[in-house]
C-alpha cells in the first residue's frame, strides 16, 4: 500500500528527504553530507529515512525533488524550484512568517510571503560564495575550526573587529592577517558572522523587511549567524528545530497536493519559477509569479526531527 510522500532537497552540500503520511504528518527526516551534489548522499538521505519510518521505496505514493539537483533525481516524479519549495516548507513550520531568509552551502535567498502563502517576491544570490555557508566554511578552514564549532566560538567574541570584503578568497586572507596581528579567533569570527549579517539585510532590503521572518537552511544552525542577522534586522527570527528540512518538507507537501488532487495540484514548474530563478540569478531581485499557495492550517504534525 503507497502510504506515504516524499520529498528530496538535492543541495550543493547536503541532500535532504522527508517522508509524511497520507495526512500529512512527517514520519522521518534524513540529512546526508556527502559532498557537493552527490548521487551518493541522495542514496543516503533517503534510506535514512526509509529505516527511519520503517518503510521501503515501494511504499512512496508520489516524490517530489528540488535543490541544485533536482533534475537529476530519477525516483522523483515531479520537481519545483528551491523557491517554491523552501517557502512553502518554511511557511509550513511557521505559518505566521511573512518573510524566508534560507542560507544553504551555495546560496542564499530571501522570499517575501504573503497572508495566504503566495510567494510575492525574492531575491537571490547563488553566483559567488559572497553571503552563503560556503563563505563561512572558507573562513572556517582558515581559523582551523569545524564549521559546526565556529558559532559557538563568535559568539564569545569581545573586541569588534571588521572583515570588509564579501569575496570569500579576499575575506580569507584579510582573516589571515588579522590573525598574524594577534587578533584572537572569537573576534575574528565575529566579524566575519557580522560581515554574512550585513549582506544578508542587503538582501533583505531588496525584498522590502517584513515580519515575522522565519530563517532555513543549515546556516540556521549556526546561532552567531542567527545572532548576527538578528542583530542586523533589529528582529528576532523563528527557528525550526531542523532548520535545514525546509525545502525537502516543502516538495513532500507538494507531493502530497498531487496526490490528494492530481491534476489541480500540478504546477507547470517551466511556465515561471524556473524563468524567475535564472533571472534572479546574481542577486537580481524579481518577482516571482509561482503560485506556491497553501491550503488552510497546513501546519505537517512534526514528527522525528
Ligand atoms: P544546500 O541546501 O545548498 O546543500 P544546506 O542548507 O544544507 O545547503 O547548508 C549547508 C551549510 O550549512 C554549510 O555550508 C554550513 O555553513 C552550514 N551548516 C550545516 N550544518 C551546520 C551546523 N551543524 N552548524 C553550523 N553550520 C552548519
Redesign the pocket.
Same mark, same amino acid.
Given at each position: 500500500m503507497k502510504s506515504y510522500v516524499m520529498g528530496i /532537497?538535492? !543541495?550543493?552540500?547536503?541532500?535532504?528527504t522527508v517522508i509524511l503520511d497520507l495526512k500529512g504528518k512527517m514520519v522521518a527526516s534524513c540529512?546526508a553530507?556527502k559532498g557537493s551534489i552527490s548521487a551518493e548522499g541522495v542514496q543516503v538521505s533517503m534510506d535514512g529515512a526509509f529505516a527511519q519510518a520503517g518503510i521501503a521505496q515501494k511504499d512512496i505514493a508520489r516524490t517530489v525533488s528540488t @535543490?541544485?539537483g533536482r533534475r537529476m533525481i530519477d525516483v522523483a516524479d515531479q520537481s519545483y524550484t %528551491?523557491i517554491t519549495c523552501h517557502a512553502r516548507g518554511a511557511i509550513a513550520m511557521f505559518p505566521e512568517a511573512r518573510l524566508v531568509i /534560507?542560507? @544553504? !552551502?551555495? /546560496?542564499s535567498k530571501v522570499i517575501a510571503v504573503s497572508g495566504d502563502g503566495l510567494v510575492q517576491q525574492f531575491a537571490m544570490n547563488d553566483r559567488c560564495a559572497a553571503g552563503? !555557508?560556503?563563505?563561512?566554511?572558507a573562513l572556517?578552514r582558515a581559523v582551523q575550526v569545524p564549521? %559546526?564549532?565556529? !558559532?559557538a566560538l563568535a559568539m564569545s567574541s569581545t573586541e569588534k573587529l571588521t572583515v570588509s570584503n564579501m569575496c570569500a578568497t579576499f575575506a580569507e586572507t584579510e582573516v589571515i592577517s588579522l590573525l598574524a596581528e594577534g587578533k584572537s579567533k572569537p573576534d575574528v569570527l565575529g566579524a566575519v558572522h557580522a560581515a554574512i549579517a550585513s549582506r544578508t539585510a542587503g538582501l533583505v532590503a531588496r525584498v522590502g523587511n517584513r515580519n515575522p521572518i522565519v530563517m532555513? @537552511?543549515?546556516?540556521?544552525?549556526?546561532h552567531a549567524?542567527v545572532h548576527y542577522i538578528e542583530q542586523a534586522l533589529s528582529a528576532k527570527m523563528l527557528i525550526a528545530p531542523d532548520?535545514?528540512i525546509a525545502?525537502a518538507l516543502g516538495a513532500a507537501l507538494f507531493a502530497l497536493d498531487e496526490v490528494a488532487k492530481p491534476s489541480a495540484a500540478m504546477m507547470d514548474e517551466e511556465d515561471g519559477a524556473d524563468e524567475a530563478m535564472s533571472s534572479a540569478r546574481g542577486c537580481a531581485t524579481q518577482p516571482c509569479k509561482t503560485a506556491a499557495k497553501l491550503p488552510a492550517n497546513e501546519r505537517p504534525l512534526l514528527g522525528p526531527m
Open positions: /532537497d538535492f !543541495g550543493s552540500t547536503t541532500t535532504k540529512v553530507s @535543490g541544485y %528551491e /534560507d542560507i @544553504g !552551502g551555495q /546560496d552563503t !555557508g560556503k563563505f563561512l566554511e572556517a564549521v %559546526e564549532a565556529m !558559532g532555513t @537552511g543549515g546556516v540556521a544552525k549556526n549567524a532548520p535545514q525545502g
